[in-house]
């Protein structure tokens, strides 16, 4: 099972930016769909981006697209998310996942213990 590990978050103002790091271990990760989700206190957990493995483009939620960017290196095992304008609702904790099937689903196999993202207005 492929491990995770994010890093990257922080306290931002309101308009600022944040790029999250998610680090992979395991020889598999270029044959995975990867992907952020999210979840605020109080709030179910949200799938914020997705990259699928099926060489289809990348995927964003309504409340995100625009200002996330998803991206990944597969040589180095690694995907990101780029976070610009960041709002106050953005404030959650962001996990990396592992999804599930070859193409962009809410179905997550496993994912890491999160980075805080707290964007203050």
């Known amino acids: 099972q492929l491990q995770v590990e994010e890093s990257g978050g922080g306290l931002v103002q309101s308009g600022g930016s944040l790029r999250l790091t998610c680090t992979a271990s395991?020889?598999?990760?270029?044959?995975?769909?990867m992907g952020w989700t999210r979840q605020a206190p109080g709030k179910e957990r949200e799938t914020v981006a997705c990259f699928p493995r099926n060489g289809f483009d990348p995927a964003y939620a309504d409340s995100v697209n625009g200002r996330f960017t998803i991206s990944r290196d597969n040589t180095r095992n690694t995907l990101y998310l780029q976070m610009n304008s960041l709002k106050p609702e953005d404030t959650a904790m962001y996990f990396c996942a592992v999804g599930q099937y070859p193409f962009c689903s809410d179905s997550w196999g496993n994912w890491g213990q999160g980075t805080q993202v707290t964007v203050s207005s």
């Open positions: 395991g020889s598999t990760f270029r044959d995975l769909t």
